[in-house]
């Protein structure tokens, strides 16, 4: 039986679903008939490591996201590794990568679309199918790396909008 407390949560995050992009999506990461269960903002760190590539020379290579997942400027929950992402009301999705747009700067890392791999828990991301990434700003990293083994992270943000089919 839900608690008072998961439903509110699911209401807030409901109610939270404001159309982060007014124009319309690149057709590489656009979900026609699909409807948008939550829409979060995201502020973190692209991590990367510098390894060789198949050049055998150094490179950075992404590694994994570290974020906040915001809503009305209240943490809801974290975006990791996975890439997952997990709501303190318990749910969470772990996607995969299926279409990418260009950032709008070189700088920023690409626009995402994600089908849902596997999910966890109950609450507001249960019936979640797709995840787009949209409006990124910032998290790509450029240069040489001089150490295999190296980390760095590039600060980035980005607007996260969760789907559901039908």
Partial sequence: ??????????????????AFAADPLPDAIAAPGETAVLSVHAEGAQ??????GTDGKLAWTFREPIA????????????????????????????KAIGNASGATAA???????????????GVLTRVT??????????KLDGSCDKAGEFRSAP???????LRRG
């Fill in 130 to 139: 797709t995840v787009q990434r949209i409006n990124t700003h910032g998290g």
């Fill in 68 to 95: 906040t997942l915001l809503s009305e400027g209240k943490t809801i929950g974290r975006h990791y590794a996975g890439p997952n992402w997990e709501l303190a009301d318990g749910s969470a999705v772990v996607g």
């Fill in 1 to 18: 039986m839900p608690t008072f407390k998961s439903l509110a949560f699911a209401l807030a995050a409901l109610t939270s679903t404001s």
């Fill in 47 to 52: 991590v990367y490591e510098c390894k060789a």
């Fill in 108 to 122: 920023d890392i690409p626009w995402l679309k994600l089908e849902v791999a596997s999910r966890r828990g109950s």
């Fill in 156 to 162: 980035y943000s980005a607007d996260y909008i969760f």
